[in-house]
């Protein structure tokens, strides 16, 4: 048995991705090792406990535990490490950084400290686009400089970074994945593809910041977790991979997309108030994971398809987030956004 520790497991892209290993490889067990913070739910795991009785565990701890931490790698037999732990949404960055740089800064540091102290064979940090920044034209290449915009952002920049550093000075084998806008089943309902489906659904208006014209590049997260899984396996230490399907869509296109999915109207469109930094667009060269043997495998329009069926049948699962906590972010992110908010003229 081989076992790999699967950091913020608990969220979006962690939950599909610890699923997605455990069908296939029979032969590896999943440590799932999550704070549960707000956006980590045990709900998006269920099935899996239910399915692997013997090949999954859960550890509720704190990335910045090293102590835990330590104490967790030692107990499995810890092999390999993919963190998905991070405080991961642009809006509450704005509210409170503080999380942003304690989880995505010095959690990640913990764990490279660990993973150099107790020889965990390979590592995998998964980053994002963002770190980039904003680009008008063209597509960032791996080699490209960082330049990040929101205090999210530049938290995961300075964690790519602190790997980078514990491969050159101690030859820690960890490699970077820079994936772009990921969408799918169990992804909280603060961002953007399951907000406005989740709104739609209940005919409430959706907010689209500024013009609506800022592009993202959609990936699928069955796409994100494949490349995750060909890094860890047979990426090179110390290289960074950027991940993305190249569906570049602004958000206006995607919503009216998913309002036509729904059979909604466009009237539930509103143009609200910008989220201040806001990146025009996001884009990125994917020629190195191409040449490693990935492409995305799903089309984006079928994926979206999905996604939405997924919310629809799955009320159980968002209804019970978008209430309490949830709701009092909401209203201190888009109440004043909503009520000076301007309806879509097509
Ligand atoms: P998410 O917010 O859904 O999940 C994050 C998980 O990390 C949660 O389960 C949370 O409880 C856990 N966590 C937070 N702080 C922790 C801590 N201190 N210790 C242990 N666990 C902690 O995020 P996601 O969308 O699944 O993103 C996962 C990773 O992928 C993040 O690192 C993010 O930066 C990166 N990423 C996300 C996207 C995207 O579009 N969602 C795109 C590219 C990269
Ligand atoms: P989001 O899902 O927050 O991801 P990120 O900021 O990491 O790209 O936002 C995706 C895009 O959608 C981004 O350009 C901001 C925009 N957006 C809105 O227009 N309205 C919203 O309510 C949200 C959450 C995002």
């Known amino acids: 048995m081989t076992t790999i520790l699967i950091t913020g497991g608990a969220g979006f892209i962690g939950s599909n991705f610890t699923r997605y290993i455990l069908q296939k490889y029979p032969d590896y067990k999943a440590v799932v090792y999550d704070k549960l913070t707000y956006a980590g739910n045990l709900d998006n795991l269920k099935d899996v406990a239910q399915a692997y009785p013997d090949r999954y565990a859960f550890i509720h701890g704190d990335i ?19 963190n998905f732990a991070a405080e991961s949404h642009v809006d509450r960055s704005l509210f409170e950084p503080g999380s942003f740089i304690q989880t995505d800064i010095f959690g990640t540091y913990v764990l490279l400290e660990a993973a150099r102290k107790l020889g965990v064979s390979r590592m ?9 920044g904003s680009i008008e034209k063209g597509s960032f290449k791996e080699s490209d400089p960082l330049n990040p915009s929101s205090p999210y952002s530049a938290s995961k920049a300075g964690g790519d970074l602190m790997c980078l550093a514990y491969y050159k000075t101690w030859g820690v084998p960890v490699m970077i994945t820079r994936g772009s806008n990921t969408f799918g ?9 399951p907000l406005f489906i989740t709104n739609a659904i209940d005919n409430q208006p959706l907010p689209l910041y500024g013009d609506g014209m800022n592009v993202r590049d959609w990936l699928y997260v069955l796409d994100h977790c494949e490349a995750i899984d060909l890094v860890l396996h047979e990426g090179k230490p110390g290289e960074i991979y950027n991940v993305g399907a190249g569906n570049e869509l602004t958000n206006l296109e995607l919503t009216r997309l998913i309002l036509k999915i729904l059979r909604k109207p466009e009237s539930l469109i509103r143009f609200v108030e910008d989220r201040p930094g806001h990146d025009r667009r996001y ?15 799903h089309k984006f329009e079928e994926a979206l398809e999905e ?6 049948e799955n009320q159980w699962w968002w209804r019970k987030i978008k209430s309490g906590q949830y709701m009092e972010f909401y209203r201190k992110q888009y109440e004043k956004r909503l009520a000076t908010g301007k309806p879509f003229n097509s």
Do not use: F, H, M, N
């Not at 995998?124 to 980039?132: C, F, P, W």
């Not at 089943?185 to 593809?193: D, F, H, L, T, W």
């Open 64 to 82: 910045c535990d090293a102590e835990k931490v330590e104490e967790t790698i030692k107990a499995y037999g810890v092999e390999l490490l993919v």
């Open 124 to 132: 995998v940090q998964v980053s994002t686009d963002e770190v980039y």
């Open 185 to 193: 089943p169990y992804q909280y309902p603060e961002k953007v593809i």
């Open 283 to 297: 884009s990125l060269d994917c020629t190195k994971i191409k040449a490693l043997g990935w492409q995305p495998r």
């Open 307 to 312: 996604t939405v069926r997924w919310y629809v």
